[in-house]
Nanobody, 120 residues
Framework: QVQLVESGGGLVQPGGSLRLSCAAS????????MAWYRQAPGKQRELVAS???????NYADSVKGRFTISRDNAKTTVYLQMNSLKPEDTAVYYC??????????????WGQGTQVTVSS
């Protein structure tokens, strides 16, 4: 059983900051890439940022220079530091991870989502 538990969402004014966290737990042998996605009402889910086990990062053009993705030393928790937030960043943010469990079976796992609302 693997779980991804997100925290850190909320309501913030334009220009403000939030930090999202996502912790993986359970019968995990290894975690490869971890990522944050978001889905706004009426829109498709989109990739926000990703980070490999080697700490190589990738960002959507819309968040470059404002958001930073990182991982802890144990590589089981991923963070998303969001600065200079805009109303168009409002969405449900989901954590995603490629995880190997027993017998090195790899699967994609998702968190439950955390709401981020940017509004004055």
């Amino acid at each position: 059983q693997v779980q991804l538990v997100e925290s850190g969402g909320g309501l913030v004014q334009p220009g403000g900051s939030l930090r999202l966290s996502c912790a993986a737990s359970g019968s995990i042998l290894r975690i490869n890439a971890m990522a944050w996605y978001r889905q706004a009402p009426g829109k498709q889910r989109e990739l926000v940022a990703s980070i490999t086990v080697g700490l190589r990062t990738n960002y959507a053009d819309s968040v470059k220079g404002r958001f930073t993705i990182s991982r802890d030393n144990a590589k089981t928790t991923v963070y998303l530091q969001m600065n200079s937030l805009k109303p168009e960043d409002t969405a449900v943010y989901y954590c995603n991870a490629e995880i190997a469990t027993g017998s090195w079976y790899w699967s994609d796992y998702w968190g439950q989502g955390t709401q981020v609302t940017v509004s004055s």
